[in-house]
Structure formats: C-alpha cells, structure tokens
C-alpha cells in the first residue's frame, strides 16, 4: 500500500508503517487509547503485549512479527507523545 500523501513520520489513524509500507490495522487507535489509559509505558515488553492484542485483530505473519513489534513499539511511542504535547 503506497501512499505518498503520508510520511513514514506522521502518525495516520489505524495504519502502520511496517517493512516499507503502510499497513491497516483494525483496532489500533483503540487499543493505543486503552494501554495509555492504563499507563502502559513504551517498552519492549509492552510492545509484546501490544504485538498480541493486535495479532488478535489482524493478520500478522510469523516471519515479519519482529518487523511489527519494531513498528508498534516506535508507533505507540509516537502516540504517547502526541497526547502528551
């Protein structure tokens, strides 16, 4: 999916750059509002749980789950980040 109106910096409503491309992901603006609600700090291992709670919603190959953990970790930190400011 190439979309050359967004930046791979921007933060698109439920859409994740992963392996150089965007990505739809159902849920994921409602799950980055339901971690950070709880606190959930930007860590590996929040990314984890992340990675789980989203592979539920969406098909994620086994072979690419690091590229997405990778993707989710750096996203949600973004998300953090814009709440914040």
């Known amino acids: ?28 603006t409602p799950i980055f509002k339901l971690f950070s609600e709880g606190k959930k700090p930007c860590t590996p291992a929040v990314g984890r749980e992340l990675l789980i709670l989203v592979r539920s919603f969406n098909a994620i190959p086994d ?20 709440r914040v400011n």
């Open 1 to 28: 999916m190439d979309d050359s109106s967004n930046s791979q910096k921007s933060f698109p409503d439920d859409r994740l750059w992963v392996k150089d491309e965007w990505h739809t992901v159902m849920g994921l």
């Open 63 to 82: 072979t690419d789950e690091d590229a997405w953990l990778a993707a989710l970790v750096e996203a949600y930190g973004r998300f953090l980040s814009a």
